[in-house]
């Protein structure tokens, strides 16, 4: 049932919360992260390169994009594509978890995704695809909830509850539930994005993965546009920055080795692109980081464990 959002009452307007901008160590995609939303108030965002499922496990939320809007009420969940601006509003007090993937993580769970896509109904365009809690799915949410509030959810916890997430939707879920909830991202243009998914990194600028793709260069950047939502070089840029500050914090190849990799003309050319997108060189990010468990987050998202969305009525 669809709620306006001018149905809001007057005397509590929304409490806007806008997601901080990248901070050093909050570059790396975040998995999970809980949400927690008083009475009138709302979280709003871009779901960029990856597809965010919300999960309201108690209360009530109205969620939106530019031109729909659905009720999401307790034991149910949604998925937001990737590529979208959206809003999360309640009308009272509202719990929830999201958890965000990409495509490459979506298509290794369901390899063969064309057989889903034989069973997605006709229409799939509506941004918003709801599927009720099933089995075990909400005592899940609830205890990767627990391990992010009691402050030990490390990187490696949050993989291994996302992999129970997926592993207990093919359990739970009949093959046209789970198209008909993930269409969005499966009935999306499945063939180009498995091209730029297996060229980006071999191409390091649009120009090349466009010829990899066997498309011309204006034709390349209009699907791109299409399919992601947002310019081929902006996305490259993000998701070589993801990968980038992951192997810098966590990994144990050379610096240099992981400059060339990343196809950077010099280490001089790397270190300005470190300082320019996380705000410190390479050698201080490794450094700093030294002892320290590294929990995933979002370019553009806060980090689930350093900090809490705090909204006020």
């Known amino acids: 049932m669809n709620a306006p959002l001018n149905h809001m009452p007057v005397t509590d307007a929304p409490t806007q919360e806008r997601i901080p901008k990248m901070r050093l160590y909050d570059a790396i995609p975040s998995l999970w992260c809980p949400l927690l939303l008083s009475r009138g108030s709302c979280s709003q965002g871009q779901t960029g390169n990856e597809g965010m499922i919300v999960a309201v496990m108690s209360g009530e939320l109205i969620a939106s994009t530019s031109n729909n809007t659905v009720t999401v009420k307790g034991g149910r969940m949604i998925l937001i594509p990737p590529g979208m601006d959206y809003r999360l509003e309640s009308y009272s007090l509202a719990r929830a978890m999201i958890c965000t993937f990409t495509d490459d993580t979506l298509f290794g769970w369901f390899p063969q995704s064309d057989q889903l896509i034989a069973t997605i109904p006709q229409n799939p365009s509506h941004p918003f695809r709801m599927l009720p809690f099933g089995g075990q799915v909400g005592s899940m949410f609830a205890q990767t909830e627990n391990y992010i509030n009691r402050g030990i959810a490390t990187q490696t916890l949050l993989e291994i509850k996302q992999q129970e997430f997926f592993c207990l939707l093919i359990a739970i879920y009949t093959p046209k539930e789970l198209a008909a909830f993930l269409a969005p991202m499966l009935s999306g243009e499945i063939e180009f994005r498995n091209l730029v998914s297996e060229y980006w990194l071999e191409a390091g600028n649009v120009m090349r993965l466009a010829q990899l793709s066997g498309y011309s260069l204006s034709g390349f950047i209009k699907k791109f546009q299409r399919v992601y939502g947002q310019p081929p070089y902006q996305w490259m840029q993000q998701r070589r920055a993801e ?5 810098v914090t966590m990994g144990s190849d050379p610096l240099k ?16 692109f470190c300082v320019r997108y996380f705000g410190a060189r390479p050698t201080d990010l490794r450094g700093n980081q030294a002892g320290k468990p590294v929990v995933r987050s979002k370019i553009h998202r806060h980090n689930p464990i350093q900090s809490k969305l705090h909204n006020s009525a």
């Open 243 to 247: 990968l980038v500050l992951s192997e």
């Open 257 to 272: 080795k992981i400059a060339h990799r990343y196809h950077f003309r010099s280490y001089q050319h790397f270190s300005t």
